[in-house]
């Protein structure tokens, strides 16, 4: 990995923005809602340092090289503090800031993260790794990285190893990555090929679909994106799903053993609570997302979920993953709180909401290969439940990587018959979504899918209730402009689908 050339293709456009836009998206996604719910108590990323990692917007052969950081002078990040461990970026990337604004910025949900680091890609794939080839520590103490850019190695074998240091670092040390797939079809496995991170499109489904081929481990057709959001660039929507995930690491941090039944301890983070860990974060954006939606602020909506073709064997629909992010039904996953198994010795008696983490299942050092979660519906609602695991990757220089087969099943115990089950074989996780049958009990069961034992961990994030749609406002569409005139871009096409190809070279350190 040292002094390896790496070449990303960049396809997400230059967006601008509007302090308009933020109004109408925040409903659309349930913050609207969560603020009515929690007035001054709402959470705002407040405490959660993050990450925000920019490709340049100019090629290294440019003078200018690198362009790649906010510019920390705009008005929507008074209150920051920006810090720049790599190489200084020349001058502000517009591009970075509309992300930052959407990320962190004084109208963004997550308006109380005070604390970015901001990284040129180069600088921060290199930040992955300590010279003997173990993992590094995050980087002060950062919980969340933002990625709103797409690219590929120098080489399939380049390509595989950066995969394998980002799904490390989610695995090792808790540390939050979401990423923006491409715009339209490409063939960029950084970063939405990785097992652990967070892919995110857009609710009209008509960004990049499905992994990318790479090696024997990061293979194609493998579910991306795991959700979406409303917005027209995959740019502006990851941003938002970052800050959702802000909100959550609050919740969860704060609340200690309140809604967590275990923690564990970061080298350079500190405590990282069940609640707050990659797996569950992820699981209860998945399993609290909307698959159906009527927005105001896009004429783009989630109308035949998992319909004509486009279900896949983990549950998830090929174009929307899980659905549109909700961040109230996120977060009343995570307020629910950490409710163990019957296995695992608590009761197994599951609320309407809630999560679990369970360190130690498969079979193996006297775990459990099969996870029992009950509960009756006393009224017909919807149900939603994710089930998250990592991918292994080894602490040293070879990344070896291990990924753990698990199936999730939702039995009907009344008519003694499997009501739904997902059972992937590609995918990391596994998702249900159906409507529960009034007056019936149910058991939620995590089950090993493989022949032998072993250990691992996961997440299980489950939400049950009415599917409300957002209430309408007025219309107001805003859409984001390309604007890359004048920006001094060497290499430049477009693609037939109007998104914009900007190759851009750099060498790592």
Same mark, same amino acid.
């Given at each position: 990995?040292?002094?390896?050339?790496?070449?990303?293709?960049?396809?997400?456009?230059?967006?601008?923005?509007?302090?308009?836009?933020f109004?109408?998206?925040?409903?659309?996604?349930?913050y609207?809602d969560?603020?009515?719910?929690l007035?001054?108590? *709402?959470?705002?990323? %407040?405490?959660?340092?993050?990450?925000? %990692?920019?490709?340049?917007?100019?090629?290294?052969?440019?003078?200018?090289?690198?362009?790649?950081?906010?510019?920390?002078?705009? +008005?929507?990040?008074?209150?920051?503090?920006?810090?720049?461990?790599?190489?200084?970026?020349?001058s502000?990337? !517009?591009?970075?800031?509309?992300?930052?604004?959407?990320?962190?910025? !004084?109208? %963004?949900m997550?308006?109380?993260?005070?604390?970015?680091t901001?990284?040129?890609?180069?600088?921060? #794939?290199?930040?992955?790794?300590?010279?003997?080839?173990?993992?590094?520590?995050?980087?002060?103490?950062?919980? #969340?990285?933002?990625?709103?850019?797409?690219?590929?190695? &120098?080489?399939?074998?380049?390509?595989?190893? #950066?995969?394998?240091?980002?799904?490390?670092?989610?695995?090792?040390?808790?540390?939050?990555?979401?990423?923006?797939?491409?715009?339209?079809?490409?063939?960029?496995?950084?970063?939405?090929s990785?097992?652990?991170?967070i892919?995110?499109?857009?609710?009209?489904?008509?960004?990049?679909?499905?992994?990318d081929?790479?090696?024997?481990?990061?293979?194609?057709?493998?579910?991306?994106?795991? @959700?979406?959001?409303?917005?027209?660039?995959t740019?502006?929507?990851?941003?938002?799903?970052s800050? +959702?995930? +802000?909100?959550?690491?609050?919740?969860?941090?704060? $609340?200690?053993? *309140? @809604?967590?039944?275990?923690?564990?301890?970061?080298?350079?983070?500190?405590?990282?609570?069940?609640?707050?860990?990659?797996?569950?974060?992820?699981?209860?954006?998945? %399993?609290?997302?909307?698959?159906?939606?009527?927005n105001?602020?896009?004429? $783009?909506?989630? *109308?035949?979920?998992?319909?004509?073709?486009?279900? !896949?064997?983990?549950?998830?629909?090929? /174009?929307f993953?899980?659905?549109?992010? &909700?961040?109230?039904? !996120?977060?009343?996953?995570?307020?629910?709180?950490?409710?163990?198994?019957?296995?695992?010795?608590?009761?197994?008696?599951?609320?309407?909401?809630?999560?679990?983490y369970?360190?130690?299942?498969g079979?193996?050092?006297?775990?459990? &290969?099969?996870a029992?979660?009950?509960f009756?519906?006393?009224?017909?609602?919807?149900?939603?439940?994710?089930?998250?695991?990592?991918?292994?990757?080894?602490?040293?220089?070879?990344?070896?990587?291990?990924?753990?087969? @698990?199936d999730?099943?939702?039995?009907?115990?009344? *008519?003694?018959?499997?009501?739904?089950?997902?059972?992937?074989?590609?995918?990391?996780?596994?998702? @249900?979504?159906?409507?529960?049958?009034?007056?019936?009990?149910?058991?939620?069961l995590?089950?090993?899918a493989?022949?032998?034992?072993?250990?691992?961990?996961?997440?299980?994030?489950?939400?049950?209730?009415?599917?409300?749609?957002p209430?309408?406002?007025?219309?107001?569409?805003?859409?984001?402009?390309?604007?890359?005139?004048g920006?001094?871009?060497?290499?430049? /096409?477009?693609?037939?689908?109007g998104?914009?190809?900007i190759?851009?070279?750099?060498?790592?350190?």
């Open positions: 990995m040292t002094n390896m050339k790496k070449r990303w293709l960049c396809i997400i456009p230059v967006l601008c923005w509007t302090p308009k836009v109004a109408d998206y925040k409903n659309d996604i349930g609207g969560l603020q009515s719910l007035g001054a108590g *709402t959470p705002s990323g %407040a405490g959660v340092n993050v990450i925000q %990692a920019e490709a340049s917007t100019v090629l290294n052969t440019d003078g200018n090289f690198p362009i790649y950081a906010p510019d920390p002078n705009h +008005a929507q990040f008074a209150d920051d503090t920006f810090l720049f461990p790599g190489t200084a970026s020349t502000p990337s !517009s591009h970075a800031t509309g992300v930052g604004a959407l990320f962190y910025g !004084s109208n %963004a997550a308006h109380g993260i005070d604390t970015i901001s990284y040129e890609v180069n600088d921060w #794939i290199s930040s992955l790794y300590n010279p003997n080839g173990t993992v590094a520590q995050p980087v002060n103490g950062s919980r #969340i990285a933002n990625h709103s850019w797409v690219g590929t190695g &120098n080489t399939p074998t380049d390509t595989g190893n #950066i995969l394998r240091l980002v799904d490390r670092q989610v695995q090792l040390n808790e540390f939050i990555q979401v990423v923006g797939v491409a715009n339209g079809t490409s063939n960029n496995p950084l970063l939405g990785a097992y652990n991170v892919a995110v499109g857009r609710t009209d489904g008509n960004q990049d679909k499905g992994s081929a790479v090696d024997s481990v990061y293979v194609a057709g493998r579910t991306r994106p795991d @959700l979406v959001a409303p917005e027209t660039t740019s502006a929507a990851t941003p938002l799903v800050a +959702a995930a +802000a909100l959550l690491v609050e919740t969860g941090h704060n $609340a200690a053993a *309140t @809604l967590s039944n275990g923690s564990t301890g970061i080298t350079g983070v500190g405590t990282v609570y069940n609640a707050e860990r990659s797996e569950t974060v992820k699981a209860a954006l998945m %399993a609290g997302a909307d698959r159906a939606t009527d105001s602020s896009t004429t $783009a909506n989630i *109308t035949d979920y998992r319909r004509n073709g486009h279900a !896949s064997d983990n549950g998830l629909d090929d /174009r993953g899980a659905g549109q992010l &909700n961040i109230l039904h !996120s977060y009343q996953i995570i307020a629910g709180g950490e409710q163990d198994s019957l296995e695992d010795g608590g009761s197994g008696l599951i609320g309407t909401s809630g999560f679990d369970d360190a130690a299942f079979g193996r050092q006297n775990s459990n &290969n099969i029992t979660y009950t009756d519906a006393t009224e017909t609602l919807n149900f939603t439940a994710s089930l998250v695991w990592n991918l292994g990757v080894s602490n040293n220089s070879n990344l070896t990587t291990t990924l753990y087969n @698990l999730l099943e939702l039995f009907d115990v009344t *008519t003694q018959s499997t009501a739904a089950s997902s059972a992937g074989t590609l995918d990391n996780t596994e998702n @249900l979504w159906l409507t529960l049958t009034m007056g019936h009990s149910y058991e939620l995590v089950k090993s493989e022949s032998s034992n072993f250990s691992w961990d996961y997440s299980l994030a489950w939400y049950m209730g009415a599917q409300a749609a209430v309408p406002l007025p219309a107001a569409f805003y859409l984001f402009a390309s604007g890359l005139a920006l001094g871009f060497t290499a430049r /096409r477009k693609k037939p689908d998104s914009n190809i190759p851009l070279s750099s060498t790592g350190r």
